[in-house]
């Protein structure tokens, strides 16, 4: 069974910085690209950032709100993607989701599973 | 940046109803779509991908269609299970981008 379990999350303050991991159970980890979505409270759903497979580069992408302060990497030895925030603002204050992109190439990037989310509370 | 308008943002409707959500891409992102559905508390859960195309387990009552910038999600026979709210997100190009979500409620 497929299973991502986000972890890292909490209260920081704000200019400091937070590392999320994303523990990846029940799929070979090493062939799929990973990616961050994030979810403000009582707001909707924001892309944050994604990795590509080693196969693929490994290469990332990230949204405007957070490119030169939020970093994603993987592990496939420890079938682990995290993301290392860095100079946090109240506005990143949100649950944060790591996802799986899905394998058919013909559809894109869309996200086929979800973890359970981590909340991250920027406040001083 | 291909933005993503849902609508209606919320819609009332009673068990059995045929329900339809609209979202149009303000550039085209030919099938690239997705359709998500969030339960309150809970993290998304994908229902279509390329348009049309009905994730596995997911009920075959919800249906998708579309191309280019217009797409519809389809909830044939909503049922007590379905009352949560549903994202579109373009999947063609980088930024991904979501809709604003339409949250469907109990009439």
């Known amino acids: 069974e497929v299973q991502l379990v986000e972890s890292g999350g909490g209260l920081v303050q704000p200019g400091r910085s937070l590392r999320l991991s994303c523990t990846a159970f029940g799929f070979m980890f090493g062939d799929y690209a990973m990616n961050w979505v994030r979810q403000a409270p009582g707001k909707g759903l924001e892309w944050v950032g994604f990795?590509?497979?080693?196969?693929?580069?490994?290469?990332?992408e990230y949204a405007a709100s957070v490119k030169g302060r939020f970093s994603i990497s993987r592990d496939d030895s420890k079938n682990i993607a995290y993301l290392q925030m860095n100079s946090l603002k109240t506005e990143d204050t949100a649950v944060y989701y790591c996802?799986?992109?899905?394998?058919?190439?013909?559809?894109?990037?869309?996200?086929?599973?979800w973890g359970q989310g981590t909340l991250v509370t920027v406040s001083s | 940046d291909s933005q993503m308008t849902q609508s209606p943002s919320s819609v009332s409707a009673s068990v059995g109803d045929r329900v339809t959500i609209t979202c149009r891409a303000s550039q085209g992102v030919s099938s690239w779509l997705a359709w998500y559905q969030q339960k309150l508390g809970k993290a998304p859960k994908l229902l279509i991908y390329?348009?049309?195309s009905l994730q596995s387990g997911v009920p075959s009552r919800f249906s998708g269609s579309g191309s280019g910038t217009d797409f519809t999600l389809t909830i044939s026979s909503l049922q007590p299970e379905d009352f949560a709210t549903y994202y579109c997100q373009q999947a063609n190009s980088f930024p991904l981008t979501f809709g604003q979500g339409t949250k469907v409620e109990i009439k």
């Open positions: 990795i590509r497979s080693k196969a693929h580069g490994g290469t990332t």
């Open positions: 390329a348009a049309s």
């Open positions: 996802t799986r992109i899905g394998l058919i190439v013909a559809a894109g990037y869309y996200f086929d599973y």
